[in-house]
């Protein structure tokens, strides 16, 4: 069950990796292959970015407040 969690950890961490890569190479002027602007390969770094953070974060709120170890006013 722990490996099942890793893997559902692991892959939107690795995206969101990936989100910030494109938005570095964006500043430094790389544009990666598709995309055709450089704008527009900063927009889609930022939104794999964010949604894989929000993802990782939204697990482990979920996992947590389970566990009851979140505070009270964000219990059920």
Do not use: E
Not at 16 to 28: P, S, V
Not at 36 to 62: D, N, Y
Request: no cysteine.
């Amino acid at each position: 069950m722990r490996i099942v969690a890793l893997i559902i950890m692991v892959i939107p961490g690795v995206l969101a990796g990936y989100g910030i890569k494109l938005m570095r190479d964006m500043l430094f002027g790389i544009l990666q292959p598709p995309f055709p602007a450089l704008w527009m390969q900063f927009i889609g770094g930022l939104l794999l970015f964010i949604g894989g953070l929000s993802f990782v974060a939204g697990f482990i709120f979920r996992r947590d407040s389970k566990r009851k170890k979140v505070q009270k006013r964000f219990q059920r």
